[in-house]
């Protein structure tokens, strides 16, 4: 194949692209660490490419991961990276972290921020990896944009208009930019000092007007409805147009950053989302709905049964197993699906009170039965490592998934039909921001010898196919998860190394085990704890120290005047 002609072949099986020239107008390169396939298939990567493009003074061309053998070129235009005015990074995965330094590479961009001289072009990132924790990319981005790109992208693109050309020096104007939008991080204006045992002992700023604390923006109340302006035949969700049907999750699992990284929950009005899904149909008759609890979305049956109604069909990623009842699997059925997924995370009674689940054993079998009952398939996601999690918690998910299979075949039976059981079991990953963020993470050999055990006594049981994480790659998510800006040298190593990470961590002078498995003490500094997300990192506590006795906690309504979490007068300031 022609070196760049992939770019040509997906620009033509793409519907929705607004062309633009660039002359004249502000460009930016707007890169997904990934390839096109993932990258398009991220529908905040198309909502920041829309934001931009929407402005007439600004013009957005896409960059992914170019395949092997082929060369970094935008997708719109086959212009090279270095030719932009500002490279904007879309990250959304820790595990990408390798592919922004391959990136800046093949686009003749010098890795190092200290090294980049000119003004232009910047290098900024964003997407939630970043405003979860930045500090182990910290090194090689210019500036962060931490949060909801719709609250503050169109500021930071007005600075940047505004100051076009009016500096002579890059110093000047990031600082021009962070002292005009709150939510700018900028790693070059703040010194880091650490202790004698490797924890920070000062994270502040290094010059006047510069904030100790960065906010993450937060779009509340939200307007428009996400949803992706371009459809590709070469994406996941093939031919889908995807629609964020709500933002944020009050279920409060200690384990999920995004329950508590978006809170407050937010939803749209019913019939401002149903307009959205009218238009979507009219274009595919096929919508992804998106959202981190869909079962708590008000309006979420009218929104299925409007797609049915209209003869659409629709997918969804998971349902809380206490959300299923029989209305809700026959909207399912009629839109074409298949397979219901359904998260218990823990075997037992115990350990989901842990992770504040929410979800008795009692209510996970009416769902299986119920499922069954429809004659759809079944996927199951499990979590091993989990904290305070012993052999007896592991033990309980294998006699789990037998009872749950149990229920299936009983019920499949009696409808002549055979009912498909797929187990997923990852590993658990600590997350800043949620109140597992001062555990570590499970010794990978332990996490193997789990995995061994649950796979040969499941294989045992037949008609159920399972699979694993690889815990190697969990050990770098968490790496990358939990590190500080130190850890900015072992990605150089393994950018080095092409990837190699065992021999990174062999010449590193850092060790990686002091981020991934070490148990962090409250008053220790973590190293986001310059970001202000809203929730107090008290309430965090509490809710760590409630898992550690098995106590759940109330879900979060997002109500006015709750000041549970801090989050509401936060957003109240």
Partial sequence: MEKGSYRRIFKRKEKGVLQKKKRGRFSVALVYPNLYHVGMSNLGFQVVYD???????VVAERFFLPSEN??????????????????AFSISF???????????????????????????????????????????????????????????????????????????????????????????????????????DGTISSFSPTQAG???????????????????????????????????????????????????????????????LIETVQKALDKTGYVGLLGTSIADVPSIDKVLSFVCEKKGKFSISSIRADAIDPQFLQYMKKAGQRQVTIAPEAGSERLRKVVNKHLSEEK???????????????????????????WEDVEQILRLIKLIKHHAVKQGAAKGRVINIRVNVSCFVPKPFTPFQWTGMEEVDEL???QKWLSKKI????GIRISFDVPKWAYVQTLLSLGDRRVANILLLVHKFNGNWKKAFKFSDVNPDFFVY????????????????????????????RALFSEESDICTGLPGCKRCGVCDFLSL
């Avoid at 934001?51 to 003074?57: A, C, H, P, S, T």
């Avoid at 604390?213 to 371009?230: M, N, R």
Wanted: glycine letters at 4%; hydrophobic letters at 40%.
């Fill in 51 to 57: 934001l931009l493009n929407k402005r007439d003074e």
């Fill in 70 to 87: 082929e060369q970094l070129r935008s997708v719109e235009s086959q212009s090279r990276l270095s030719s932009f005015d500002l490279i």
């Fill in 94 to 196: 820790e595990n990408d972290y390798p592919n922004v330094l391959k990136i800046l590479e093949l686009g003749g961009v010098p890795l190092l921020a200290e090294e980049r001289q000119s003004l232009y072009p910047l290098v900024m990132a964003g997407g939630v990896a970043t405003f979860l924790n930045p500090e182990p990319l910290s090194l090689f981005f210019d500036l962060f944009l931490l949060g909801e790109a719709e609250q503050s992208l169109n500021n930071v693109i007005d600075l940047l208009l505004d100051s076009y050309k009016r500096f002579s020096n890059k110093k000047d104007l990031l600082f021009f930019i962070a002292t005009n939008e709150p939510s700018v991080y900028v790693p070059s204006f703040y010194k880091v000092e650490y202790n004698k």
């Fill in 210 to 272: 510069i904030s100790e604390k960065v906010l993450i923006a937060k779009k509340v109340p939200l307007d428009d409805v996400a949803h992706s302006k371009i459809i590709s035949e070469e994406t996941e969700f093939s031919e889908r147009i995807l629609i964020e049907v709500a933002r944020g999750c009050g279920r409060s699992c200690r384990f999920c950053a995004a329950g508590y990284i978006y809170r407050p929950p937010r939803y749209h009005d019913t019939e401002v």
């Fill in 364 to 390: 996970i079998i009416e769902a299986v039965q119920l499922i069954a009952q429809a004659e759809l398939s079944l996927k199951l996601y499990f979590i091993i490592g989990l904290p305070t999690e012993e």
């Fill in 448 to 450: 193997k010898k789990k």
């Fill in 459 to 462: 294989g045992k049981e037949g």
């Fill in 518 to 545: 070490r148990q962090k003490d409250i008053s220790e500094i973590l190293p986001w704890d310059f970001i202000s997300s809203g929730i107090s990192k008290k309430y965090l506590f509490s809710e760590y120290n």
